[in-house]
């Protein structure tokens, strides 16, 4: 990891609440954003501010989501997904999450992810694969 992941850096991205984000259970009329999307936007976005700050063969993996879904969008309408640093523990980096549309705070949370050495991760989860298949069943 680099010097450069820091409490106070963030990243901003603007989301299309395109129909795969949206909920369908309450018909077509109601097609808002979605909580489990708004989740994964959080995810990905914090991914990708991470990402920014890592040596080549590193990645992160969430750890911890909580989120505050606060207003419904609806279907067609865009988010701001803001996501800053607040701490950084050795690998584990924690974010505040702010979800914005056009007219209001609809989201709010803190995401944990943990800072991975791919290599090291691959061989933790072929020993794992292994001990599952020698597993009674």
């Known amino acids: 990891m680099k010097s450069t992941l820091q409490p106070g850096v963030s990243r901003h991205e603007k989301i299309a609440v395109d129909r795969d984000r949206t909920i369908s259970f309450l018909g077509e009329e109601l097609r808002v954003y979605a909580t489990p999307s708004m989740v994964a936007d959080i995810e990905y976005t914090t991914l990708r501010l991470i990402a920014e700050h890592l040596e080549d063969g590193e990645s992160s993996v969430g750890m911890h989501v909580a989120v505050d879904h606060l207003g419904a969008t609806p279907l067609g309408e865009n988010v701001d997904v803001v996501v800053t640093v607040t701490e950084v523990d050795g690998r584990k980096v924690s974010v505040d999450a702010e979800v914005r549309d056009a007219l209001e705070v609809v989201g709010r949370g803190r995401h944990t992810r943990f800072i991975i050495d791919l290599v090291k991760q691959g061989?933790?989860?072929?020993?794992?694969?292994?001990?599952?298949?020698?597993?009674?069943?």
């Open 123 to 137: 061989e933790r989860l072929r020993k794992k694969k292994s001990a599952i298949a020698a597993a009674p069943r």
